[in-house]
């Protein structure tokens, strides 16, 4: 996607350790307007397929699960990072390794809110080693949920994850896919 | 805002230990034309203050927060809860009393993201004890950016925090203010 790609090369920065900062207009300020022209796209990706619920994972995906939910009139769940007191009765659980925060999580998503019935998109940020994502694949899984796809803003495509989710599967669609990037700033996409 | 009341007596579930369960619409799967009513309705009552960023907190505030941002036509911010490397350079930070989690968070923004140019509308699911809204508003004030005021979904209106943010000047406009609920599913609102 030429607009998600303009502006990493634009406002995104590459930092030590293979680390791309877009946290200027993607996951931490957040610009929604190029959240709407994501949403759109993805929901000319996946239109047809019969999408009735968006399933993220807690926070970064929230903002741009939300507004690609509007172009496809459905509702969105996010699969939560720890149990809180608030979600009573049964979960569906599996663990997450997060190579930002060098911790494995529970993640969690309340049996209310996904069954056999469902169609997902799946919904994040970046896609990398595919630690997220795979959680999401199981969570769905474990519900009986039928997986259409993911829709990825950012795919490090150099890194495993990609192939990891593909290979089981799954329609992956990531509006930018970085082939190299170097940190004198030089970002090359596929 | 009727459509707000509705719901939470529609499809809200009074749990004890004072649990309100909004999480088949509002902070776990969420209804995004819900949040594009309440975004709109906030937008008529912040209309005219110059409202320039929005600032939330994760995870429950960034879906309406990023829909009513489409609104303003601004950009939206949310503090995290934790430090991740992902943030470089110097940051705001501040600590939050969670009672849903029994714990306190260390919450951050970047300094790149919140200044004193800004004229800030903060967005929370819920107001209750306060304590997140008064950590966000302790992050405003460390940038010192202007605040114009707090959009709140659900107040709990017998709980201290809305007079505790009110008395430090903040405009509060919660779209619910519950001033009673019981276990047997009685809701009551001002």
């Given at each position: 996607?030429?607009?998600?790609?303009?502006?990493?090369?634009?406002?995104?920065?590459?930092?030590?350790?293979?680390?791309l900062k877009v946290d200027s207009f993607l996951n931490?300020?957040?610009?929604?307007?190029?959240?709407?022209?994501?949403?759109?796209?993805?929901?000319?990706?996946?239109?047809?397929?019969?999408?009735?619920?968006?399933?993220?994972?807690?926070?970064?995906?929230?903002?741009?699960?939300?507004i690609a939910a509007q172009s496809f009139h459905c509702?969105?769940?996010?699969?939560?990072?720890?149990?809180?007191?608030?979600?009573?009765?049964?979960?569906?659980?599996?663990?997450?390794?997060?190579?930002?925060?060098?911790?494995?999580?529970?993640?969690?998503?309340?049996?209310?809110?996904?069954?056999?019935?469902?169609?997902?998109?799946?919904?994040?940020?970046?896609?990398?080693?595919?630690?997220?994502?795979?959680?999401?694949?199981?969570?769905?899984?474990?519900?009986?949920?039928?997986?259409?796809?993911?829709?990825?803003?950012?795919?490090?495509?150099?890194?495993?994850?990609?192939?990891?989710?593909?290979?089981?599967?799954?329609?992956?669609?990531?509006?930018?896919?970085?082939?190299?990037?170097?940190?004198?700033?030089?970002?090359?996409?596929?």
């Amino acid at each position: 996607m030429q607009l998600l790609e303009d502006r990493i090369r634009k406002d995104g920065i590459v930092k030590e350790g293979d680390v791309l900062k877009v946290d200027s207009f993607l996951n931490h300020q957040m610009d929604v307007s190029l959240f709407e022209a994501m949403g759109r796209e993805w929901k000319r990706l996946f239109d047809g397929c019969g999408v009735n619920k968006i399933l993220t994972i807690e926070a970064s995906g929230i903002g741009m699960a939300c507004i690609a939910a509007q172009s496809f009139h459905c509702p969105v769940v996010f699969a939560k990072k720890t149990e809180t007191k608030n979600i009573a009765g049964e979960v569906y659980r599996t663990q997450v390794r997060s190579y930002t925060h060098g911790r494995i999580y529970d993640v969690i998503v309340s049996k209310d809110y996904l069954g056999p019935g469902d169609r997902l998109l799946l919904i994040d940020d970046f896609l990398a080693n595919g630690a997220a994502l795979s959680g999401l694949l199981d969570l769905a899984m474990l519900a009986g949920a039928t997986v259409v796809g993911a829709g990825i803003a950012i795919e490090k495509a150099y890194q495993p994850g990609g192939e990891l989710i593909r290979s089981r599967g799954v329609r992956v669609e990531s509006l930018a896919r970085i082939k190299s990037m170097s940190e004198d700033g030089d970002i090359e996409f596929c």
